[in-house]
């Protein structure tokens, strides 16, 4: 039996009829920059969150990018933000001409540690930057009183988090709802994928909304009057299209990944040699990834292993960013996060997109468990 690790072919037979309809609408306008379809999509964004504002770029490494712009970090400040990440994360603030600073993870959720971030700060600290990892938020409570506490912005990467949702008394808080700018990617293989690159900042700033839609183009509001120098970094109304078709989808989607993952908890649970991953109380994931930890140094031979039974896995994310030759210059030794170093050892993630059958889930779990 193969199992792949995404098969996104399945989820476009799916909606092909609706996501070819509003293909086929910009083609006939030919309105392809920005426009009703991006305003559109901009609206539905910011009503599924309870957000005063969204604004579509180009990636969600653009969306990071402008955002740390636009919250007026300027050159040489720094952002502290997680070691354990998508290179994106830093690379945004690198190239913002601001300093990354890293701080370590929390072992259970693999997210930022506040606490660990807090240490962080120095006098030019201009904001954190937590990732929600894998679909399961970071501890936003927490990095807000941070950045209430210090004065800084918190800028959220929630690139594979659209639609995660965090217990806060009887209600719910979501992905935008306490940082000061929440940044998202419709990469792909995120939970809310295009037919290639997109991305989102949401914020509920009027001020910094104005800033990005600014930055999007070129840094001028009047055509060929700028204030300062933007980007060219705009959400393409085709990419919009696919987006707002697909919209209406991502809950149920979200829903069963949670489902496939209850599965693998259930099968997997109590096989020795590997940790499977834990959402804490009161967070609602949206499964972006199904990572375990697999002890020992056994990973690259539980992969090899799952290989050989048509078992797709994959390493997010094999070395951890302060290990990275770009970022030498930064000047972290080996060992000073070790939490994310050992993560980066141990996860591995299996298949858990929504349209996996019962046959392929209890194919991967036996195949796990075969190994152990
Ligand atoms: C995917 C991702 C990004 C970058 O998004 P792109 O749309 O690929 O540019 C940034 N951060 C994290 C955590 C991601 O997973």
């Not at 600073?101 to 962080?120: G, K, Q, R, S, W």
């Not at 399961?136 to 659209?162: C, N, S, T, Y």
């Not at 090899?304 to 994959?314: C, D, M, N, Q, Y």
């Not at 951890?320 to 980066?344: I, K, M, N, T, V």
Request: hydrophobic share 40%; glycine share 10%.
């Amino acid at each position: 039996m193969q199992v792949p690790l995404l098969d996104l072919t399945l989820q476009y037979r799916e909606v092909a009829d609706d996501v070819m309809d509003a293909l086929r609408g910009v083609v006939e306008e030919q309105r392809f920059i920005l426009g009703p379809v991006v305003d559109r999509f901009e609206e539905e964004m910011a009503g599924k969150l309870g957000v005063r504002h969204a604004v579509g770029c180009a990636s969600g490494t653009d969306a990071l990018l402008l955002a740390v712009r636009a919250l007026g970090v300027e050159k040489g400040e720094e952002v502290v933000t997680s070691p354990f990440t998508f290179f994106a994360t830093a690379g945004a603030i690198h190239n913002a001409g601001a300093r990354p600073v890293f701080a370590d993870i929390e072992p259970d959720t693999f997210n930022l540690d506040p606490a660990a971030a807090e240490a962080a700060v120095t006098g030019r600290t201009r904001a954190v930057m937590p990732v929600h990892l894998f679909g399961q938020m970071a501890d936003m409570r927490a990095f807000r009183a941070l950045g209430d506490r210090r004065g800084f912005a918190v800028i959220e990467d929630a690139a594979q988090a659209v639609g995660a949702r965090q217990r806060d008394g009887d209600g719910w808080i979501t992905t935008g709802t306490l940082g000061d700018a929440c940044c998202f990617s419709f990469f792909p293989t995120k939970n809310l994928g295009a037919f290639g690159d997109a991305g989102m900042i949401v914020t509920n700033d009027d001020g910094v909304a104005e800033r990005l839609r600014k930055l999007r183009v070129h840094g001028g509001r009047q055509m060929y009057h700028h204030e300062e120098v933007g980007f060219n970094s705009r959400l393409d109304a085709l990419q919009a299209a696919v987006l707002s078709a697909k919209l209406p989808y991502l809950d149920r989607w979200s829903e069963a990944r949670r489902r496939n993952a209850a599965f693998y908890d259930e099968a997997l649970a109590g096989v020795e040699g590997i940790t499977p991953p834990v959402v804490r109380p009161g967070n609602e994931s949206i499964v972006n990834q199904y990572t375990l930890r697999v002890l020992d140094g056994r990973r690259d031979a539980l992969g090899e292993f799952l290989k050989e039974r048509g078992v797709g896995s994959s390493v997010y994310y094999p070395v951890p960013l302060d290990r990275q030759e770009c970022f030498a210059y930064l000047g972290y030794r080996p060992g000073q996060f070790p939490e994310s170093e050992r993560a980066s050892r141990e996860v591995l993630s299996l298949p858990i997109f929504p349209e996996l059958t019962e046959g392929q889930l209890a194919h991967v779990a036996e195949s796990v468990k075969g190994f152990f």
